[in-house]
């Protein structure tokens, strides 16, 4: 049951990472520091995590983010920026909840952790782009607050009962996938008359050689 935990944990946190990697590792070395949480004896490894430097530079990058994600376009190039990040630092804290594991589990859940974070960050992107061929640049703003919260409550959920935690993170990600397509069609059919307006004349009233 304790190995089943730590799974959890480290894929809970892969999973918020591929939404928020730098909020993720901020609010939880905050929560270490601080000892608004007390870490079990199996999740030791994590007491780095409270490292002021750490702490400090996930504050930072954060705080770029967190206006990035508020501006329409800006926010889709960040992700794009990020769909390497996200995952890398999804595994890496992942590996780390486990502390010093066998190297093929090391192997394992890294490639899990990855593959959760990297789902994650997909659904996050492509929901970002969904809204930016929206053209009022409120949604931005509202989705942006929720993800934060969603990732401030999924790390509380974390703590409190990994096993469902990381239950609701992948009935999340299936659901992900059944709108996948969906959520496809709508992005390629907004930026088709997107295009055919680009390509309309400025004025109708002159004609076109």
Request: hydrophobic share 40%; no cysteine.
């Given at each position: 049951m304790e190995k089943l935990d730590l799974l959890a944990v480290a894929l809970g946190l892969a999973t918020l990472a591929g939404v928020n990697l730098y909020l993720t590792v901020f609010a939880t070395g905050l929560a270490i520091h601080f000892h608004w949480i007390t870490l079990a004896p199996q999740y030791q490894s994590l007491e780095i995590l409270g490292n002021p430097w750490i702490i400090s530079i996930a504050g930072v990058l954060y705080l770029l983010e967190f206006f990035a994600d508020k501006i329409p376009w800006v926010d889709s190039i960040w992700d794009a920026v990020h769909t390497v990040i996200r995952p890398i630092g999804g595994a890496l804290l992942a590996i780390q909840v486990l502390g010093h594991p066998s190297p093929a589990l090391t192997v394992i859940v890294a490639l899990l952790a990855g593959g959760t974070s990297l789902v994650a960050h997909t659904a996050k992107a492509a929901t970002r782009l969904a809204s930016n061929t929206s053209p009022e640049p409120f949604s931005n703003i509202g989705l942006s607050l929720g993800e934060d919260a969603a990732v401030l409550g999924g790390l509380t959920l974390v703590h409190f009962a990994p096993l469902l935690a990381l239950i609701i993170f992948l009935i999340a990600i299936g659901v992900f996938f059944y709108?996948?397509?969906?959520?496809?069609?709508?992005?390629?059919?907004?930026?088709?008359?997107?295009?055919?307006?680009?390509?309309?004349?400025?004025?109708?009233n002159v004609s076109v050689q």
């Open positions: 709108f996948a397509r969906r959520l496809l069609r709508s992005i390629k059919g907004r930026i088709g008359v997107a295009r055919k307006k680009l390509d309309e004349p400025a004025d109708r």
